[in-house]
């Protein structure tokens, strides 16, 4: 090994300091004045002062005229676009697919949003035979299939309401009172997860978790899927909190800030 070799995974201790003070900024969602940014970078405000000078000297940040507060500047809304055009989200998400099945060993899938409800465009077998064969591009059912109900949940009712409405109708049910549909938007909130046994398919037990992204896009959604006769307590459990984990490192991953507000039904 080369002394470069060593210096070049070493860094540069200055670029990593003034990524703090742009992430102060980030993450205190709006203008903020000295002192708070370098409490916030933990740092004092002379040293803080002094990065957000050359930041602004590149158009990273900038201080209003009037308030003195600084802000995110134009050339990082400039990068920040640019970096939004150029994600392709499945892409990214589908990264961790293989990992997730392999810690879980169990198969798991991708589905994101179409015209007539959610749509499968990968899966990924696991260890356990399926009583199934899912085609990529197939379109699963709202209320019976964990995927289905976070999107029930998380996207809004004008778009799930008329699948919905169809599914059922076409099908010969009565539509659930509202009532029922806000219980299973409660229990997906409040667990972080969607489950379903057998809705879909028979001997089947599959769970099911949101992927949100920057922006406004629309969620993608990740499930796992396995014989209902091994999902246990414990097993399920841990299953669950295994694409939670995931989950929310895919989001994190594609530029989501923090918890979802977005209400189903707005």
Same mark, same amino acid.
């Given at each position: 090994m080369v002394a470069g070799d060593s210096d070049a995974r070493q860094g540069i201790q200055s670029v990593e300091i003034a990524m703090t003070v742009l992430q102060a900024l980030e993450q205190g969602l709006g203008p903020m004045s000295l002192t708070q940014i370098a409490a916030a970078a933990g740092m004092g405000a002379s040293k803080a002062h002094r990065y957000l000078v050359s930041l602004s000297r590149v158009g990273l940040v900038s201080q209003s005229r009037s308030s003195g507060l600084y802000d995110l500047g134009p050339s990082m809304r400039r990068l920040g676009m640019e970096a939004l055009r150029r994600m392709d989200e499945v892409g990214l998400a589908s990264e961790f697919l293989p990992g997730l099945r392999d810690r879980t060993t169990h198969a798991v899938n991708l589905a994101v949003w179409g015209e007539g409800g959610p749509v499968v465009v990968r899966w990924d077998y696991g260890a356990h035979a399926l009583p199934i064969t899912v085609?990529?591009?197939?379109?699963?059912?709202?209320?019976?299939? *964990?995927? =289905?109900?976070?999107?029930?949940?998380?996207?809004?009712?004008?778009?799930?309401?008329?699948?919905?409405?169809?599914?059922?109708? *076409?099908? =010969?049910?009565?539509?659930?009172? @509202?009532?029922?549909?806000?219980?299973?938007?409660? @229990?997906?909130?409040?667990?972080?997860?969607?489950?379903?046994? =057998?809705?879909?398919?028979?001997?089947?037990?599959?769970?099911?978790?949101?992927?949100?992204?920057?922006? @406004? *896009?629309?969620?993608?959604?990740?499930?796992?899927?396995?014989?209902?006769?091994?999902?246990?307590?414990?097993?399920?459990?841990?299953?669950?909190? @295994?694409l939670i984990h995931t989950t929310a490192t895919m989001s994190a991953e594609l530029g989501h800030a923090g918890p979802t507000s977005r209400a189903s039904g707005a």
């Open positions: 085609r990529v591009g197939a379109t699963l059912p709202m209320l019976s299939s *964990s995927v =289905g109900r976070v999107y029930l949940t998380y996207l809004p009712e004008i778009l799930t309401g008329p699948v919905v409405r169809g599914e059922l109708t *076409s099908g =010969g049910h009565a539509i659930p009172a @509202e009532d029922e549909l806000d219980r299973i938007r409660a @229990e997906v909130r409040s667990t972080g997860a969607a489950v379903t046994s =057998g809705g879909v398919i028979p001997g089947v037990t599959s769970v099911a978790a949101p992927v949100f992204a920057a922006g @406004e *896009s629309l969620p993608l959604v990740v499930a796992i899927a396995m014989p209902a006769r091994q999902a246990t307590e414990t097993v399920l459990r841990d299953v669950t909190a @295994e």
